[in-house]
C-alpha cells in the first residue's frame, strides 16, 4: 500500500501547491465516492469549507474551494478488506500520516479535517 500513499500523496500536494485556499476556509472534508461496488473502487475529492459546526453533518456542503473532477481513485479489489468501509478506513489513515507528514500540512494547521461518504455521516480526523 506504500505505493499507493505515495500516489495520494502526490495528488493531494499537487491540489494544495497549485491552489490558493480561501482566506475564509475554516475547515477541510475529504469526501468519498464508491465509484463501483463490484470493483471495489473509491474515490476521494478534498473540498474547502467556510463554516464549521460538529454538530452539524452538513458543515462539508459550505465548499469555496474544491478539487472539484480532479479526484483520486483507489481500487482495493486485491486487498482482504474491500467495502467501503475499508476504503474509508485507508483513506483516513493517508490522511492522518499527511497531516503529520505531508509536505503542505500546515495548510491544515489548525483547521477541522473531515472525511466521509457523500450523503453519508461524517468523522472528523482533527477538529
Do not use: H
Not at 475529504?30 to 463554516?51: G, H, P, R, W
Not at 482482504?80 to 509536505?103: C, F, H, M, P, R
Amino acid at each position: 500500500m506504500n505505493e499507493l500513499y505515495a500516489e495520494f500523496e502526490n495528488w493531494l500536494n499537487n491540489q494544495l501547491e497549485n491552489n490558493d485556499m480561501p482566506e475564509n476556509t475554516l475547515a477541510f472534508c475529504f469526501n468519498l465516492y464508491e465509484e463501483s461496488v463490484e470493483d471495489s473502487v473509491y474515490s476521494v475529492q478534498i473540498v474547502a469549507c467556510d463554516k464549521f459546526d460538529k454538530d452539524d453533518s452538513d458543515w462539508a456542503c459550505e465548499e469555496v474551494w474544491s478539487s472539484e473532477e480532479d479526484i483520486f481513485g483507489v481500487e482495493l479489489s486485491d486487498e482482504q478488506e474491500k467495502d467501503w468501509s475499508a476504503a474509508q478506513k485507508l483513506i483516513t489513515e493517508w490522511i492522518e500520516d499527511y497531516l503529520v507528514n505531508g509536505q503542505y500540512r500546515n495548510v491544515f494547521s489548525g483547521k477541522p479535517v473531515g472525511i466521509g461518504f457523500v450523503d453519508g455521516e461524517l468523522e472528523l480526523i482533527q477538529s
